[in-house]
């Protein structure tokens, strides 16, 4: 049986999703830093940056959950009955795209804090895309140990086994492993930035790439999955129409900058 709790420290459960989280922030940290410093700026920036951007994204993570949060027919909205539940994260419901949003009110508010340079703003979302889409991919296992983001139920005994499908032991059934099919399409979009990054001509485009491929995928895997927030319900899922418009809107500005095919400018150390 899969257990979401690691190990017990003085009595206080430590979770996988939490040290899988914890392990995802330090090596984008890392990653950030090493470009910041090969980009000619100064490394440190990205350690107060993350001060400010890891609360942001937690708390643009639990909104985003909580306004689109659409309880089952018949059932009472918990958020609307206990409002002060709506700080209970530990009890599950945090959303990407709401921590991403989070992330980019962040960026924009320590580049207005520190009145950097016009430009720097898209400096920073060029330098953390990596870095953020690598934190997709391992948190995505964090799923996996808390038994949550599956798709439908599998039904074929010969397509039950693992990673096309995962069995659910509160369900006591398998469902689509949607966690590992975003998770490794992560992991191929992180590689592909990675190696992007070090050739980026424009500037926008790294950032640009993210939410392209990112998009792309998710509104695909979303469409699978059993625990989606609906825009409209049983009709629109919220992550899905957002995937689609960030996929589109980032397919044309990719493609106006390749026209453009205007140098990009390091920025001066800071």
């Given at each position: 049986m ?6 017990s420290?003085g ?6 999703y ?16 090493r ?10 920036m ?12 937690v708390i643009?993570?639990r909104?985003?959950?909580?306004i ?5 027919p018949?059932q009472i909205?918990?958020f ?8 209970y994260?530990?009890?599950?419901g ?8 989070g992330g980019?009110?962040?960026v924009?508010i320590f580049c ?11 400096d920073?979302l ?7 889409i690598l934190g ?9 140990f ?17 990673p ?8 006591n059934?398998?469902?689509l492993?949607t966690f590992?099919y975003?998770s490794?399409?992560?992991f191929?979009?992180?590689g592909?930035?990675?190696w992007?990054?070090k050739r980026q001509?424009?500037r926008?485009?790294?950032?640009l ?11 695909f895997v ?5 625990d989606?927030?609906?825009?409209i319900p ?9 995937s ?5 809107a980032a ?10 095919k205007?140098?990009?400018e ?5």
């Amino acid at each position: 049986m899969v257990s979401p709790i690691a190990f017990s420290l003085g009595g206080i459960n430590v979770h996988w999703y939490g040290i899988i989280i914890a392990a995802a922030i330090l090596i984008g940290v890392w990653l950030a830093m090493r470009e910041t410093k090969r980009r000619g700026m100064d490394p440190d920036m990205i350690i107060d940056l993350c001060l400010l951007a890891v609360p942001l994204a937690v708390i643009g993570a639990r909104l985003y959950y909580v306004i689109f949060f659409v309880p089952q027919p018949g059932q009472i909205n918990p958020f609307a009955a206990d409002p002060l539940s709506i700080l209970y994260i530990w009890d599950g419901g945090l959303a990407i795209y709401g921590a991403v949003i989070g992330g980019l009110i962040a960026v924009l508010i320590f580049c207005r804090w520190r009145k950097l340079r016009t430009g720097t703003f898209v400096d920073f979302l060029d330098i953390l895309a990596p870095s953020l889409i690598l934190g997709q991919a391992m948190g995505r296992w964090g799923n996996f140990f808390n038994q949550e983001a599956y798709g439908y139920m599998v039904t074929d005994p010969a397509m039950q086994w693992f990673p096309f499908a995962v069995f659910i032991q509160r369900e006591n059934a398998w469902h689509l492993a949607t966690f590992f099919y975003e998770s490794l399409w992560c992991f191929v979009v992180f590689g592909f930035l990675l190696w992007y990054q070090k050739r980026q001509r424009t500037r926008g485009n790294v950032i640009l790439w993210y939410f392209f491929l990112y998009g792309i995928e998710r509104a695909f895997v979303e469409g699978l999955r059993t625990d989606s927030l609906w825009l409209i319900p049983d009709a629109v899922r919220v992550s899905q129409a957002l995937s689609l418009v960030l996929a589109l809107a980032a397919g044309a500005l990719l493609w106006y900058n390749n026209r453009r095919k205007k140098p990009l400018e390091q920025a001066p150390p800071e």
